[in-house]
DNA sequence: CATGAATGAGGCTTCATTCAT
DNA sequence: AATGAATGAAGCCTCATTCAT
């Protein structure tokens, strides 16, 4: 019964957190905010997460990710890519994809090495795996760079035919570049 | 002991806080560090800019757009474009490309709103220009996208590929991705 | 070692800031000494109190009117009012009735105004309900202005006879001037 | 000519001077203010008066006692005071008798002893010359005090009744204060 | 173990004042 | 002698964090 609680309401820190942080960035959040969103006092924030930059490191942690993003069709993979940086139902990280989000914080180090290691580890590992030739991994970087600068355009910069742009709009432009950069026929989304 | 001379010293401000802004962001920096950076009190700050504020906003105000920029040549335009994000001197903005650098400062959306002016007005117009069809000016941000989203890449979160690409690396692809986006002849790189 | 004890600490900052604001006016005292005469650190202040300005609301509302005041024998009005301002132990307010002490910090309208309402509804007002004629309430406000006027001599100014006089000096000065200006006989003390 | 210049702009921030310290107090008005007033650079203030406190001891002089105040008819002496406390044009001095003016700064020990001062050597003093019996000193100031207590609550409270009142609607109670007060027939106004 | 009172460093900014030129 | 650039202390206030209870 206690043990749920402090489980819950760590939880509910947690949550709390990954939007304040994902909306604001990690300079402009306080844990009092954090702790007044919860509805406790900030320092259970230390007693359970150490101290502000732990907390943040917990809750940018990055998310799980759905397992038909990496295992679907593979002419399909940019489209499932698209699809999860802009077209996904983000509310939990403020509306963004997290790695999007986490750059309103790349003011420190720290925060990029993560961006890195996710960007590098999820999305360019399987596009360079799909591309052909021996720069396969430039070209996917490429193409990553494309599906961030997107996520950027689109919600942080609010650039406006971005902005109000369906999937449908972006579909047949995606599939011509991943395809030119890939060097292999792309569709430009799933038919679902 | 330094010499007394009022423009000299704003001057030197000026350039210390645009080094630690693009570099640490708006609210990672202090007003206490780009003094001491400059070797002035700190209270100097405010006889010459007024506020922390107004001295960010004069000290990322939108560098010269260089006149060549927009002059060349209609099929390098972009080939310019990517050396002005990625093969530029920026070391007086920390190394990055201002807008780039400015991401780190994103959290506040007066910032964003500076981002988004200087994108549509510099990058998006010109080259929605050259775009062909209907959605010309969606190409235009896919395009402008692509570029922001390289820059992020290579400096920011710094990936490997494409940190250590040279010009000529990445003109191929640049030639095929802005063809296909605009739908006209475009090259990768200009001769110069 | 202090105790940890929410409410004791907030009644001694607003005892120290009583004191401070009544001697001292409000911009010559600062919140550091407000909490260093309480023994604690500046930040609880605004912890409790929200900014300097609030602090000194609170510290400063009108205390409490004794219910003799207003509610003893009409000739005797003025007489408890003479005492209340001059011969009553303010020691709580530096010494003097917490309305003179004000008067230092009259330099800003706010302060004035609440100056005025309570002057206006607890002194003024009782008294025009004594005056016969039409102009009872400039009558009023002249027999006001009296005792105010008595109180800045005798504590702020410091004048000589008035400052080491006994309430039987003023007594019968108290009764010619009150039934004077009021028109109908007032007495100069209360028996008690 | 030189020395003409600096002796006008001496004279004309010490004019400033008197107008902010009078209208805002001595902590709430700075240097610079008066400086920028004048238009000229604020450590000019300190090459002529040496610091903030000369320069408003200096302003806030008493200024030149009107002739006609002591010299006119005994009988008409108060009504020549309430003339000057309310009725004369104090522009200079932000529109209140500089006495009361200087109350704004009267958080300082050294203000009040120079209003006590003032208050005593003209006031208190030809007042008392004409009172009867043994506590003239004491009522006579008892009529400063009210003398006094109409300025402030005149101008710095803005009491409604006395704000707007005319000479004529206080002669009659003046005469009859006085009178009372001072134990001799008073007139309520000067035939002027 | 949980609560919340208390802390102290540091934030931006304004002040009176000094000191080169 | 005059100018104005520069200073440093101090102002209010917010922050992350600690430590009694």
Do not use: N
């Not at 206690?2 to 960035?25: M, P, Q, S, V």
């Amino acid at each position: 019964m206690r043990k749920r609680d402090r489980e819950a309401t760590r939880a509910r820190l947690l949550e709390a957190a990954r939007l304040r942080f994902a909306r604001e960035g990690y300079d402009a959040t306080s844990v009092r905010d954090i702790a007044a969103d919860t509805g406790v006092d900030a320092s259970l924030i230390f007693r359970y997460f150490g101290s502000k930059k732990q907390l943040f490191d917990e809750a940018t942690a990055a998310p799980e990710i759905p397992l038909d993003l990496l295992d679907g069709p593979e002419d399909e993979l940019v489209a499932r890519m698209l699809r999860s940086v802009v077209f996904t139902d983000w509310t939990k990280y403020g509306g963004e994809h997290p790695l999007v989000a986490m750059l309103r914080s790349s003011a420190h180090e720290d925060t990029r090495q993560r961006i890195r290691r996710e960007v590098c580890d999820t999305y360019v590992r399987a596009l360079a795996d799909l591309a052909q030739g021996d720069d396969a991994e430039l070209r996917a970087e490429l193409l990553s760079a494309w599906l961030v600068g997107i996520g950027i355009l689109r919600s942080v910069v609010a650039t406006p035919a971005l902005a109000r742009a369906e999937l449908a709009d972006l579909a047949p432009h995606l599939a011509t570049v991943a395809t030119g950069l890939l060097g292999r026929p792309m569709a430009g989304s799933s038919e679902r």
